[in-house]
């Protein structure tokens, strides 16, 4: 809740110098939650610079098993974070809400995953190709206008992703892989 609005999944602002100090707030507890043993990154649409986004920090969270998330899930939950019902299937995902708002989605990856995670190369690649950046803003704010919400604003956006997540990958040498992962 920002200026007494509730914020629903279509809503997208412009980008907020903010975002990499709530990142940092959120990615100290995580650190602080696992004795310093994880590694912690802002990756979604608040990590890249002057990209709009909906304001939800997404946090990439490097551990050796998921199972270790299971350890410290009692320090996790005094911070606030939560499981959801249905997420991901290749890895673990905790969120923190303000009432029903959410405001930060953390993604557990094994250490296995992490070199190749879509999510660590999208950002990165975004951050380094501004045709691709806009490109991207437009699908976003066009899901945005129309009202698409939840899974429904996700897979309106998947088929850039899609492509520029291939891109990204093959200049790194790697395959593509399908990057719907509901």
Sequence with gaps: MR???????????EHDPDWPR??????????????????VEHIGSTAIEG???KPIIDLAVRVERLSDVEDK??????????????GPRTHRV?????????THIAH?????????CNQRIFRDWLQEHADDRLR????????ATAGLSGRAYTAGKTAIVQEIVDRARTARGLPSVNVWDK
Excluded at 108 to 116: R, S
């Design 108 to 116: 557990f990856f094994c250490a296995e995953q992490w070199d190749t």
């Design 136 to 143: 991207y803003e437009t699908v976003k704010r066009a899901a």
């Design 73 to 86: 899930l009692p320090a996790l939950e005094a911070l606030g974070w939560r499981d959801i019902a249905a």
């Design 51 to 53: 990209l709009c986004a």
């Design 3 to 13: 200026g007494g609005r509730q914020y629903l999944c279509s809503v997208i602002e």
């Design 22 to 39: 709530q990142y940092e707030e959120a990615a100290k507890g995580i650190r602080e939650a696992s004795d310093g043993e994880w590694l």
């Design 94 to 102: 905790l969120v923190r809400q303000r009432g029903d708002v959410r």
